[in-house]
């Protein structure tokens, strides 16, 4: 039986990958991305998490490499994929394996985190691709162990997290010593005006390719708001937890500290929880994250830059403890949950210095979320007033309370505290600027 793959240019050893994986039929971003990326093009791609531009570009990155593998000699770098966070890197070196099961290919991914040898020696012994985050690979170029001078095909992915958390400069040097004549395949959600004036840098007459997710998460997830003072939202989590009926829950807070002051908090009999952020270790991560998937955690608490690439089925909620001071963040939370066609819920815990992030959050996505009592989220004020003696005990009503219906690497561990500091600044200056509010929070 005729493969749909087949009209894509695909050969053989791929359509029967993608068999053994269950692929039915190319997304739309693997339809226009696959034949024009086989066909030598440049590639702006306008796509979120979850539309399969991961297969999209590493398909026929892969056929193009075993089309002209060298013979008898020693392998060249010869395509660079760049992930923001460690955690993608991994997911897509998972990918880029069962893609390319059947080809003779050699593969390195290089992350911060954990010990650099065992990436150094794959490197010296040779690699067609790497699969790589910023600081770790600057890192080992500079140590002159990392040539990249061969480099045929270059993807830079999630750009405008490449942005947010700093690397952007990481990645101006990595692309000066790439050779000038290359396919470049750049991938980004948004497109601020920095993430455009460094694709228009990078790209060579681009294709231009804006894919929507066929189910976004603003379309597929009930959220709620609930409106609490500051003081008194460790308790309403709490009672929240004990409420809502879930299989899984990933809770968000802003920081590494909250992160894990919290999960030591709700620890409870019938909440196991652990906390996800850039401080810990690569295995003690990994070992985090299997343990959720295994069902061994049932609360997951974690920072924007650490969830970052999770692709876990079966969360149920996502929790906004806190919520984020850029409202894209806050979509790319909740697409947490509701992965694969199941349902989902979201629910935001708002304190009164929090509204200027919420109503950005509810100008990006169209519309304002609903309170947990079935309200539209208007009259603020008035809520707080009537939650000011105390958090109520019943936070909400998850199975009668609907919504209108919606959607890391750390930065590298060489970063300082200073620098970060700096670049939080930034992003608060530009936030800000854009929404014409001001907060009384300190972050």
């Keep these: 039986m005729e493969s749909i793959f087949e009209g894509l240019q695909l050969k053989l050893p791929f359509i029967k990958a993608l068999n053994d994986e269950n692929y039915k039929s190319p997304t739309p971003i693997q339809n226009e991305c696959i034949p024009k990326v086989l066909n030598g093009l440049d590639i702006l791609g306008i796509a979120q998490t979850g539309t399969g531009k991961t297969a999209a570009f590493s398909i026929p990155i892969l056929q193009l490499l075993n089309a002209s593998q060298p013979a008898?000699?020693?392998?060249?770098?010869?395509?660079?994929?760049?992930?923001?966070?460690?955690?993608?890197?991994?997911?897509?070196?998972?990918?880029?394996?069962?893609?390319?099961?059947?080809?003779?290919f050699k593969?390195?991914?290089?992350?911060?985190?954990?010990?650099?040898?065992?990436q150094v020696e794959a490197l010296k012994r040779?690699?067609?691709?790497?699969?790589?985050?910023?600081?770790?690979?600057?890192?080992?170029?500079?140590?002159?162990?990392?040539?990249l001078d061969k480099v045929e095909y270059f993807v830079l992915d999630e750009a405008d997290r490449m942005l947010d958390m700093g690397f952007i400069n990481d990645v101006k040097k990595i692309v000066k010593v790439l050779p000038k004549e290359r396919q470049t395949l750049f991938f980004s959600a948004t497109m601020p005006l920095a993430v455009e004036n460094l694709a228009s840098k990078l790209l060579n007459k681009p294709e231009h390719i804006s894919i929507e997710p066929s189910s976004t998460p603003v379309q597929k997830i009930k959220q709620l708001v609930c409106f609490v003072r500051a003081e008194d939202k460790r308790k309403y989590l709490k009672n929240l937890l004990k409420e809502i009926k879930f299989n899984s829950v990933i809770i968000f807070t802003r920081t590494k500290h909250g992160a894990n002051r919290l999960s030591a908090e709700i620890k409870s009999s019938i909440i196991i929880s652990d906390a996800l952020h850039g401080n810990k270790s690569q295995a003690a991560?990994?070992?985090?994250?299997?343990?959720?998937?295994?069902?061994?955690?049932?609360?997951?608490?974690?920072?924007?830059?650490?969830?970052?690439?999770?692709?876990?089925?079966?969360?149920?909620?996502?929790?906004?403890?806190?919520?984020?001071?850029?409202?894209?963040?806050?979509?790319?939370?909740?697409?947490?949950?509701?992965?694969?066609?199941?349902?989902?819920?979201?629910?935001?815990?708002?304190?009164?210095?929090?509204?200027?992030?919420?109503?950005?959050?509810?100008k990006l996505m169209g519309f304002s979320i609903n309170v947990s009592d079935g309200r539209p989220s208007t009259n603020r004020?008035?809520?707080?007033?009537?939650?000011?003696?105390?958090?109520?005990?019943?936070?909400?009503?998850?199975?009668?309370?609907?919504?209108?219906?919606?959607?890391?690497?750390?930065?590298?561990?060489k970063r300082t505290p200073n620098n970060r500091r700096k670049s939080n600044k930034k992003k608060r200056k530009v936030f800000f600027k854009s929404t014409k509010f001001k907060s009384k929070s300190k972050y």
């Excluded at 040779?126 to 040539?147: E, F, S, Y």
């Excluded at 009503?397 to 919606?406: C, D, E, F, V």
Aim: glycine letters at 8%; a positive charge.
């Design 72 to 104: 008898n000699k020693k392998r060249s770098t010869r395509a660079l994929i760049l992930a923001p966070t460690r955690e993608l890197a991994i997911q897509i070196g998972s990918s880029v394996r069962l893609y390319g099961k059947y080809i003779a």
């Design 107 to 118: 593969h390195a991914l290089i992350y911060g985190g954990v010990g650099q040898n065992p």
């Design 126 to 147: 040779g690699v067609d691709l790497i699969i790589a985050t910023p600081g770790r690979l600057l890192d080992l170029i500079n140590q002159g162990v990392c040539k």
């Design 285 to 362: 991560r990994q070992r985090t994250l299997k343990d959720f998937k295994q069902g061994k955690i049932n609360v997951l608490v974690a920072t924007d830059i650490a969830a970052r690439g999770i692709d876990i089925e079966g969360v149920s909620h996502v929790i906004n403890y806190e919520l984020p001071n850029v409202p894209e963040d806050y979509i790319h939370r909740i697409g947490r949950t509701a992965r694969a066609g199941a349902s989902g819920t979201a629910i935001s815990i708002c304190a009164p210095n929090e509204q200027p992030f919420l109503e950005s959050i509810e």
């Design 381 to 413: 004020e008035e809520i707080y007033k009537k939650n000011k003696k105390r958090p109520p005990k019943k936070s909400i009503n998850i199975n009668k309370t609907h919504s209108k219906t919606s959607s890391d690497i750390d930065a590298e561990e």
